[in-house]
Nanobody
Framework: QVQLVESGGGLVQPGGSLRLSCAASGIVFSLWAMGWYRQVPGKQRELVATISRSGSTNYADSVKGRFTISRDNAKKAVDLQMNSLNAEDTAVYYC???????WGQGTRVTVSS
């Protein structure tokens, strides 16, 4: 059974930082591309970032230069470092494997003063 468990969400002020983490189980982690998506209520889910098996990364234009995705194959974990957060980053963030075959339950990020 594949499980992706996110952590690290919360409330942060504009300009602040958060680091999301995702622990994976039930997959041979090193063989899977991983990703982070986000969704605002009433809107479609949006790709935030992906990282390939080899470590190549891809980012949405809206987060380039502010967010960094990384993976630790030994820990079976993928992180998303988010800097310079603004209100438009407020969403539920989902960890994915595949990078969209399997989804976690999501962690909420709220950027507000």
């Amino acid at each position: 059974q594949v499980q992706l468990v996110e952590s690290g969400g919360g409330l942060v002020q504009p300009g602040g930082s958060l680091r999301l983490s995702c622990a994976a189980s039930g997959i041979v982690f090193s063989l899977w591309a991983m990703g982070w998506y986000r969704q605002v209520p009433g809107k479609q889910r949006e790709l935030v970032a992906t990282i390939s098996r080899s470590g190549s990364t891809n980012y949405a234009d809206s987060v380039k230069g502010r967010f960094t995705i990384s993976r630790d194959n030994a820990k079976k974990a993928v992180d998303l470092q988010m800097n310079s957060l603004n209100a438009e980053d407020t969403a539920v963030y989902y960890c994915t494997a595949g990078p969209s075959d399997y989804w976690g339950q999501g962690t909420r990020v709220t950027v507000s003063s």
